[in-house]
Nanobody, 125 residues
Framework: QVQLVESGGGLVQAGGSLRLSCTAS????????MGWFRQAPGKEREGVSC????????SYVDSVKGRFTISRDNAKNTLYLQMNSLKPEDTAMYYC??????????????????WGQGTQVTVSS
């Protein structure tokens, strides 16, 4: 059974930083593309950043480029999202997701097969 467990969310002031982690089990983590998604109240879930498995190619939504960094440690089955210069509009539930292939695809909701329960990020102004 695939399990994805996120941690690291919380309340932070604008301009602050947070580091999200996602620990995976039940799948060959090193051979699977991974992604971070977020969903704010009343909005659709959007792809924030995705990363391929071995070569670790990355993609970012325009609104977080230069502020967020996705990374992975395949030896630890863990995915990370370093979030700097946080803005109130980054407030959302953040989800970790896994795809049944090595490439990250279009980094959209429909591309990903397994999901964590989410961790809340709240940025105050």
């Amino acid at each position: 059974q695939v399990q994805l467990v996120e941690s690291g969310g919380g309340l932070v002031q604008a301009g602050g930083s947070l580091r999200l982690s996602c620990t995976a089990s039940g799948l060959p983590f090193g051979n699977r593309a991974m992604g971070w998604f977020r969903q704010a109240p009343g909005k659709e879930r959007e792809g924030v950043s995705c990363i391929s498995s071995v070569r670790q190619y990355t993609s970012y939504v325009d609104s977080v480029k230069g502020r967020f960094t996705i990374s992975r440690d395949n030896a630890k089955n863990t995915l990370y999202l370093q979030m700097n210069s946080l803005k109130p509009e980054d407030t959302a539930m953040y989800y970790c997701a896994a795809r049944n292939t090595f490439a990250f695809g279009a980094c959209t909701f429909d591309d990903y097969n397994y999901w964590g329960q989410g961790t809340q990020v709240t940025v105050s102004s």
